[in-house]
């Protein structure tokens, strides 16, 4: 049975205290009362990587800063875990979704795309110079967050939004998906090579991996995204359960976008549920 966010919050407070956390106990008691969702984010994250059996550790430094937690999993490299929460009324701005789930009903929204990946930039100086992977986790417990940070979102995010291509006259069958990269994350336009088609270069290499992290009263669902070229690869084998979208070819040839989902289970997401941290 899954347990309520308060009672991941809860236990998370005992865990800092027991441990002798008192500078981040302090912070987070803090930040119960300035971000509430932040907090739960924090505490939400730590108990899926405890959880998960990770071994996570708090690493950020009170006086320098850096990520929010170090995980040595017994199997696999040790990593590094950042959190950080997107607010709802922002969410519900950029997409034109209501603020809050209130009857029946449906409508258009627009992606949040660009707002992703500006996230995605203001974090990859904090996470540059580390010795180890880092994840950056991008969470909301927005009403709507599951449909803004599906897969959909994932694989917008790492080729930009695409497009349909109608040739003017052409065949139905013609018709294809394109995508400029405009707002790709991990990826930015180069030189033009000897054929005259766009290249691309890395960008955000300190983001070894995002994670997608929809918060909700029993759970956590959660998606992945590979860097083509970070500073330190990240093997997603440490979240088994989660599926992870990456180019299938990097550098990028001739224009050819490819994308494969690895660890794909069949489910859209991965779950987990609430639980205590013991």
């Known amino acids: 049975m899954a347990e309520s966010i ?4 809860d236990s998370y407070y005992r865990f800092l205290a027991r441990n ?14 300035s971000d509430k969702s932040a907090a739960e984010a924090e505490a939400a994250m730590f108990m899926m990587l405890w959880n998960e059996k990770l071994d996570p550790s708090v690493n950020e430094n009170l006086e320098t800063g850096g990520p929010d937690f170090r995980c040595s ?6 990593f590094l875990v950042e959190v950080t929460s997107l607010d709802s009324e922002s969410l519900s701005e950029k997409s034109t979704l209501p603020l809050k789930i209130e009857g029946p009903g ?10 992703l990946r500006s996230t995605v930039k203001g ?15 991008i969470t909301s417990s927005y009403d709507f967050a599951g449909l803004l940070l599906d897969r959909m979102a994932a694989h917008n995010l790492l080729i930009s ?3 349909f291509s ?3 006259g052409g065949r139905r069958d013609a018709i294809t998906w394109q995508t400029d990269l405009k707002n790709a994350v991990f990826c930015i336009p180069g030189l033009l090579d000897a054929g005259g088609n766009q290249t691309f270069r890395s960008c955000s290499r300190s983001v070894s991996a995002i994670l997608l992290v929809t918060i909700n009263s029993t759970g956590m669902d959660a998606v992945g995204l590979l860097h083509p070229d970070p500073v330190r690869p990240f093997d997603p084998a440490s979240f088994p359960s989660i599926p992870f979208i990456r180019f299938q070819q990097w550098p990028i040839i001739r224009g050819r976008v490819t ?18 941290i013991r």
Do not use: C, M
């Open 6 to 9: 308060d009672v991941v919050v």
């Open 20 to 33: 002798e956390f008192d500078g981040h106990l302090k912070r987070f008691k803090d930040r119960l009362l």
């Open 73 to 78: 999993p017994a199997q696999h490299q040790p």
């Open 106 to 115: 449906g409508q258009a929204y627009g992606l949040v795309t660009q707002k």
């Open 123 to 137: 974090k990859a100086s904090q996470l540059g110079g580390q010795a180890d992977p880092s994840v950056l986790a």
């Open 161 to 163: 939004d695409p497009w």
């Open 166 to 168: 109608v040739p003017i």
């Open 259 to 276: 994308t494969e989902w690895i660890q794909d289970s069949g489910n859209a997401h991965a779950s987990f549920r609430h639980k205590r």
